[in-house]
Every structure is written in C-alpha cells, then in structure tokens.
C-alpha cells in the first residue's frame, strides 16, 4: 500500500539519523524535504531564528500548537534546560502517530507531552488537565486562522504572564493577516518580524515575535 509523506520522513530519520541524537533528527528531515519532498516543516532557514529565540527565553515551559511531524518540537526540546517541558498540540492522529516515533527516536519523549486535539479545545484544559501554570514561550504552527483566536483564548485562561512570548510561523505565507493586525497594534504586545523564505523555497515568508506585556 502506498506510504504516506509523514510515513517517508520518518523513514528518513530511521535510515540517516543516530538515535538519541536530536539535531541529526533535524539534519535528516530537512535533507530529505530539501532534496526529496517538500513538506510544511519549519526548516533550517526559519529553524535558526527559532533556535536563536529559544536560546534567548531559555523557557521552561513551551507549547507548541501544530506538531506535524515534530520537526520544531524535537528542534526546540533539543536546546531546553534540564526540567523543561514541552506540550505540543497535533490534530490529526495520524501527524500524531508519526511525531511520537520521531520525538523517540531524537530520545526527548522525557522533555515532550504531545497531546492529540483541537487547539479551541485543549487551551482552556492546560492548567487543570496539564498542572501548567503559565507558558513562557508559545510556537504557533497551526491552523493560519487560529492564531488570533487562541492567543485570545490563551489570555482568558491566564496561560499567558508578564514577558511571555509567542512566535508565529508562516505570517507572510500562508499568511495570518488578522494575527498580524492584532499583535502589531495591541498595546499589550511587543512585536518584531523576522524576514525569511518559506521552508526550502526562495518564497518570502517570516516569523513574528511578540512579547505579551501583561
Ligand atoms: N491542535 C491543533 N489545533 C488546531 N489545528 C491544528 C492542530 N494541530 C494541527 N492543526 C492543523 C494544522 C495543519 C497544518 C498547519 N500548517 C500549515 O498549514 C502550513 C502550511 C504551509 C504551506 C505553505 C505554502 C504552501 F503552498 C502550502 C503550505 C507552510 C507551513 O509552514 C505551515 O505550517
Ligand atoms: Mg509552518
């Protein structure tokens, strides 16, 4: 029966990457997406903007909305301190099926709680179902039309504190223009765009950082 490309990707970590070692996990996938198959990861190009921001918060609490293959989870996991934790939201099981093989195989299933479901659904459970209090760092990789309505969402239910900060993914393509709107001219948000090209193409796309002010 025919393979699917998140089946493919994981083969290709199985095949090129060391167990154990997550930046061969990265190196694997954007090999085989840069040569093979184009797939929606965040890539090298961007992934080294969201290194330089996880190097800068040094979170200890991240949530990731958007696992896909968990190129970005293990990417982030890899660079977390000691007794950092990771909760990442997948929708589709079988994205969901496919992450968890490849956050194993990267040895970061200590660091990482990938949990299948809607974004609308899962925010308002974090603290009770998931003992978080607040997230110091949010990535947002999910659906384009709910990053604005869960960074409300994210508010309400206090998972947000002073100096949290959210980074989003594909602001420019696909494009998440009431987001933008939104973060850029709340008073309640420091924004910054990091220009860059959509994963493994010349296309213009970028990251937003925005620092929630309290
Ligand atoms: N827990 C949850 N709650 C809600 N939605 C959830 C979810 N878990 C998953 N999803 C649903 C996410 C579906 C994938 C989202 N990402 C994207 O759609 C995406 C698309 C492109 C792209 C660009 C140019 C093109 F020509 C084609 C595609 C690039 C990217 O970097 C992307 O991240
Ligand atoms: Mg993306």
Known sequence: TQSTRPQRILGAVQQNATRGDPRSVVRAIDQ???NQEWAMNVGD???CILDSVVSEVNPAT?????????????RIASLLPPHAKLITLEFNPEFAVIARQVIA?????????LVEGASGDLIPKMKEQFGVETFDLVF??????????????????????KGSVLLADNVICPGTPEYLEFVRSSPRYESQYFKSHL???????????SVFLG
């Open 32 to 34: 085989y997406c840069r």
């Open 45 to 47: 190009e961007k992934g």
């Open 62 to 74: 991240v949530l990731e909305l958007g696992t896909y293959c968990g190129y970005s989870t293990v």
């Open 105 to 113: 195989w990267a040895g970061l299933e200590d660091k990482i709680q």
């Open 140 to 161: 947002l990789d999910h659906w384009k039309d709910r990053y604005l309505p869960d960074t409300k969402l994210m508010e309400e239910c206090g998972l947000l504190r």
């Open 199 to 209: 994963e493994y193409t010349k296309v213009e796309d970028g990251l937003e950082k």
